[in-house]
């Protein structure tokens, strides 16, 4: 029974293990900032490349795009972002804080007891100039969503790509919101990653369109180790619809905090490129050749956080466990995602070990992202190994400088095997993609 991973011990694990760091911590930390350490940057580089596999290299009606952060602000206008981008704040007219309307009950703030105003409309997107006159001309947006990026971009990509519909574009970047409740570590952030499909159909085709996004998308987490029961997903009633959306489902994660967002899948049908047509002066609509008709394309938009991927994955791996009576953290991350494959610890720091250990992470480093640790007891060091997920340590012996054999340990089932050095990449290879493999006729070849 996996142990249910509380939002603290999961802060502490990535910071002690270099997941996770606050922003700018040697100047106490900047509200809802985080960096990502030595070893959150490979499993936050691993969602993103599960991701981009799955959306954009496995399929032929996608293809990606890498857009600017600042676009032009008319882009904003058309989107509806500078209107509807807004949430309803209350500020106390004593200590002057900011509340989101809806989080505050009564008229006192919950801080000092002041009078609240009236709730005003406050706009989330982050406001920049651009070159060196602070005016109004000059004001430019740190986008709050890639998506904008993809829409203007639209005719370029048909164009150039010479696909026809459905197609998507996908696209994985930062995103800035200033967000008045950030919180819950890296679940809402004011700058995070996004992972954007905009998937352009024919109309009359979304609604069934729609549904299949929703389906890959849950497989997509359950392929990559999130246990089913800890998903589910929930169709936005009218009033939670986005300015923009006709119809939208969340796929929603039992967080430590409880069930919240994961990912929207949102029919965006015409509103965009309807909008970015209107206020460019440029006709976006899209001449479907079998059809003989001329429409501008709907959107089903799946739209993905990256950092709250991260933290969905990190909750689902986290288990503690009894081994021989001790206690142990291991993270079970699916292969694919551990962001370190094999660990190479020699049994201690031996001058005959090291020369051998060192040769084996030579092998193994231009194929697996493959640590070499020999420092501390061999246990610590497999247990540090578990803490971030690492799913093979292969040990170095006395033995091995023998018979050049090693011993691989799966971090999941603690079971062991010795492998002839010269079979490792191809047993390992084999073991990370899942494949059942049988190392007897490796003893056979020894034993001859
Ligand atoms: N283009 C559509 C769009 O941005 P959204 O529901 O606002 O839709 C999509 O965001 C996903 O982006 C969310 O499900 C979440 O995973 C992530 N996300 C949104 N705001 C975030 C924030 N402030 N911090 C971290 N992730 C966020």
Known sequence: MAAKADMEKIVSLCKRRGFIFPSSEIYG?????????????????????????AIVLERDDV??????????????????????????LVECKSCHLRWRADAVEGTKCPKCGGELTEPRMFNMMFKTFMGPVEEEASIVY????????IFVNFENVVTTSRKKLPLGIAQIGKSFRNEITPGNF???????????LEFFVKPGTDKDWLDYWVKERFEWYVKLGIKKENLRVRQHGKDELAHY??????IEYLFPMGWAELEGIANRGDFDLTQHSKHSGKDLSYYDAEAGQKYIPYVIEPSAGVDRSVL???ADAYDEEEVQGEKRTVLHLHPFLAPIKVAVLPLSRNEKLVPLAKEVFKRLCSTFVTDYDDSQSIGRRYRRQDEIGTPYCVTIDFESLEDRQVTIRDRDTLAQIRVPIEHLEKVLEAKLKGEAFDASPLWATRQK
Not at 142 to 149: F, H, K, M, S, V
Not at 245 to 250: E, H, I, L, T, V
Request: aromatic share 12%; charged share 25%; with cysteine.
């Open 312 to 314: 969905a994955f990190l």
């Open 63 to 88: 293809v990606g795009l890498d857009t600017a952060i600042m676009m032009h602000p008319r882009v904003w206008a058309a989107s509806g972002h500078i209107d509807s981008f807004t949430d309803p």
């Open 245 to 250: 959306a006709k119809d939208c489902y969340d």
């Open 142 to 149: 740190l986008r709050p969503e890639t998506a904008q990026g």
């Open 186 to 196: 890296i679940f809402r952030t004011r700058e995070f990653e996004h992972m954007e």
């Open 29 to 53: 930390g900047l509200s809802s900032c985080w960096d990502y350490g030595p070893i959150g940057v490979e499993l936050k580089r691993n969602v993103k490349e599960a991701w981009w596999r």
